[in-house]
């Protein structure tokens, strides 16, 4: 389920809803070991923040909207976006930064992901293992799954697509607050600014040391110092009620084009059509059962399990039209493949259309 704000906007653009991605279970995390399992490929969270190792960048409107949403099961999320208010590190007119030495270990610790728990979101309620901020969340964790219906397609489909649309009108709608609220132009030029010179693998002691930097606050918060919360919930009111018409047009061109990106990827999607020709993909061989292999293709978070029959007969898909493979897998093999099965094997990188030439 997309925040609401979102999900809008999604639904104008895209004219039709998007099937939902039921195989990433949050509540109950489909990344876990079950009892008694050993996580030899490394394939398993830590159950301690599961997939939240990640500390969001918060654009203005969104924690504004978090600061403004009295639902009593917001209260404590709201709790843990005040407080990265009044630690007041990253803490810009265009929203909650992640701490800069927070992004280097991020950037660095890609084996780290849903297992150290040194990368947990400060939004992560431990107690119910839950996301606080879950109604407004960002574009990266609105659009990110473990796991996707169709896999690959599923995964061009938010990561490539949507995830990029989203995160460009975030960065646009902040600058866009700014100037519809009035901030100073020279803190504006300050902040813009400092934004494009920061080299995110270059700490400063205070960067280092999670300090505030009041010369630095006084300088991109002009005359709206002090007054950090009212400003996020003044950007959240400019933004509540923009349609997606409203929102593309302030955006401009760099999100006209990712919208109609967005709008092709979402026509892929719902496509149910078999390539006319196939051939298997490079997948990677994790584990062999009697009968069962477990293959990764796509990505290492989605596995998938095969009868060792059907991965006996992928070469007859080398070379030939797929109905011709299929046909031909029948009649040598006495081996039944589903359409339903041949999709999924291409939407999960087991067999793929080839390339020009192919
Ligand atoms: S904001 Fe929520 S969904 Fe995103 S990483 Fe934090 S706890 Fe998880």
Known sequence: MLPSLYAAWLQELLGGPIPAETRATCAECAMLAKPGEQDREGLYFNPVM???????????????AILDDDDPQMAEGRKTVEARIRAGVGVTPLGLEPPADYTLLYRHGTEAFGRSQTLRCPHYIEAGGRCGIWKH?????ATWFCKYERGSLGHLFWR??????LAAVEHHLAIW???????????????LAEARAADPESLQPEQI???????????IWGNWRGREMEWYRACAGRVRNLSWRDTAAICGCEVA???????????ELLDPQLPERLEPAPFELVQIETGRLRVVGYSRLDPLDLPAQVFQV?????????RAAVQAIQQEENIALSDDLILKLKDFGILQAPGPGG
Not at 50 to 64: E, I, Q, R
């Open 314 to 322: 992928l070469h007859y898909f080398r070379g030939r039209n797929t």
């Open 177 to 191: 607050c700014a100037l519809e609220l009035g901030l100073e132009l020279d803190a504006l030029h300050s902040l």
């Open 137 to 141: 969340r960002e574009s990266t964790c």
């Open 257 to 267: 084009v990712l919208a109609r990106l967005a709008q092709k990827a979402y026509r």
């Open 209 to 219: 040391d999670r300090r505030p930097e009041p010369e630095k606050q006084r300088r």
């Open 50 to 64: 599961k997939c939240c190792s990640y500390v969001p960048d918060l654009h203005n409107f969104l924690a504004g």
């Open 160 to 165: 490539e697509h949507l995830h990029p649309l």
